[in-house]
């Protein structure tokens, strides 16, 4: 190991901390993909067992990434060298692989929702008021220039908070944009549930119809509560690495699981409302947030501005998670390499952004397709249904059964906290997430 770890930079604040925690937790997956998945599923009933699956699995293993990172005060490769050693870096490396390739593509969506800011007030809603919604989308994807050039600026946004460190970085930029992006979320659910036959929307996502209910529908549950909580890429471990040993890690998982909750549900609280007050299909898709909600605004009052407020939305979601994506390569270039932050930041920003050009090019179809995958594709299914479930289940295997005494004392303060849950804790993290992932992992293996 080249980096040296003795004087660690800390959160400057518990509320930093915890707004910069959630912001990495917070992203695309809680207001992009959880209202799609929760209308092909069934509304209510799915809602009901992806709070079942947070609940349990997921703050099971985040408690579990924040003690491996806590204890080893390193990235997530030097973390399981410290605290493991032998071939269990290779979890580690999974971790930064998942975080340096995720970003690539992370950015270049990040991008379309800031595109599509400025397109609100620039065309978009007279294009969606004439049904060109799915048109105007396929154009601006399918321009080489605009679709780089997006990608790119939200690249250097990235690299420009991030090389200023834990605290004045990446703590400073979460405690303005955390606290803005609840604000937007209030002003649109309160938009959405006042729409003419909003009810309609409302009930079917907020009643359990559990005959609705299917296996897939479960399963994809499990998927999308271990996605949404940004576990398995290196960013809990990382983050918990600059955490003070004075934290009590049970309330501070809870706290962040709560707010990453709370985002999801309150996104659907606009979408449904809004796609069932204009007769919208809830379960359309990707497209629900590009090509399907821009026909719904075009049809509001003031529909330019609550568009622009959406995608401010996505927006500050996107790039509060890219933050925390970027700072797992930015500390592995750190504490492995031994660069210092700035060189970092911006060597690796470069790579990152070099990376994410295919996949700024491929939706248009400006880049060849892998095995019938565009890149961006390819690059998800890559990290989401293959490292990623893997990374997970080895970590809590690791957690769960070979360092237990450094889990306890982790999650105990050394024993001046008690921690009542932690029995139930460690066999959740041996027998329950495991199977669970697992279960994600081979359901996903069909490319």
């Known amino acids: 190991m080249a980096g040296n770890n003795g004087n660690r930079e800390q959160w400057g604040s518990k509320f930093g901390f915890i707004m910069a925690a959630a912001g990495s937790a917070v992203g695309l997956g809680n207001i992009w993909r959880f209202p ?17 699956i947070v609940t349990v699995i997921g703050s099971s293993l985040m408690l579990a990434e924040f003690a491996l990172g806590r204890r080893a005060k390193l990235d997530s490769v030097g973390a399981f060298r410290k605290l493991g050693g032998g071939a269990w870096p ?22 379309w929702t800031l595109a599509y800011m400025f397109k609100s007030f620039g065309g978009l809603m007279d294009a969606a008021a004439a049904g060109k919604a799915a048109d105007a989308f396929g154009a601006f994807v399918s321009d080489p220039v605009q679709a780089i050039a997006y990608h790119a600026a939200v690249m250097a946004m990235v690299v420009a908070v991030v090389c200023r460190g834990i605290s ?17 979320l209030i002003l649109l659910i309160v938009r959405a549930v006042t729409l003419p036959g909003a009810l309609e929307g409302l009930e079917f996502y907020l009643l359990p119809d559990l005959s609705k209910l299917s296996g897939e529908g479960v399963l994809s549950a499990v998927g999308q509560g271990f996605y949404s909580l940004s576990l398995a890429m290196g960013i809990i471990i990382t983050y918990g690495s600059y955490l003070g040993k004075e934290e009590y890690m049970p309330k501070v998982t809870g706290t962040i699981v709560l707010l990453d909750t709370a985002v999801a549900v309150m996104a659907g609280l606009i979408i449904f409302p809004a796609v069932f007050a204009f007769g919208v299909d809830a379960g359309a898709g990707p497209g629900l947030t590009f090509v399907t909600l821009p026909i719904v605004f075009s049809k509001m009052p003031m529909g330019a501005f609550f568009s622009f407020a959406f995608f401010a939305l996505l927006f500050i979601a996107a790039i509060t998670s890219a933050f925390s994506l970027f700072e797992v390569v930015v500390t592995f270039a750190i504490d492995e390499i031994g660069w210092p932050r700035l060189k970092s930041s911006l060597i690796m920003g470069l790579a990152v952004t070099i990376l994410g050009i295919p996949s700024a090019l491929s939706v248009g179809g400006h880049f060849p397709q892998i095995c019938g995958k565009d890149f961006l594709d390819a690059m998800d299914f890559i990290t989401n249904n293959a490292v990623m479930p893997v990374c997970g289940i080895l970590t809590s295997f ?28 460690l066999w959740v993290c041996r027998i329950v997430v495991p199977i669970s992932v697992a279960l994600i992992f081979v359901n996903g293996l069909k490319w």
């Not at 004045?168 to 937007?184: H, Q, T, W």
């Not at 059964?401 to 804790?425: C, H, I, M, Q, S």
Request: hydrophobic letters at 50%; glycine letters at 14%; a positive charge.
């Open 36 to 52: 799609y998945i929760t209308g092909k599923y069934g509304g209510g009933a799915f809602v009901l067992v992806y709070l079942i």
């Open 398 to 425: 690791f957690v769960g059964w070979l360092w237990t005494k450094g889990a306890k004392e982790e999650v105990t303060n050394n024993g001046t906290r008690d921690f009542p849950l932690y029995t139930a804790w």
């Open 168 to 184: 004045a970085g990446i703590e400073k930029s979460c405690k303005v944009l955390m606290p803005a992006l609840f604000l937007i």
């Open 90 to 111: 290779i979890v580690g490396w999974m971790g930064f692989f998942c975080g340096f390739v995720i970003l690539s593509y992370y950015a270049v969506i990040a991008g």
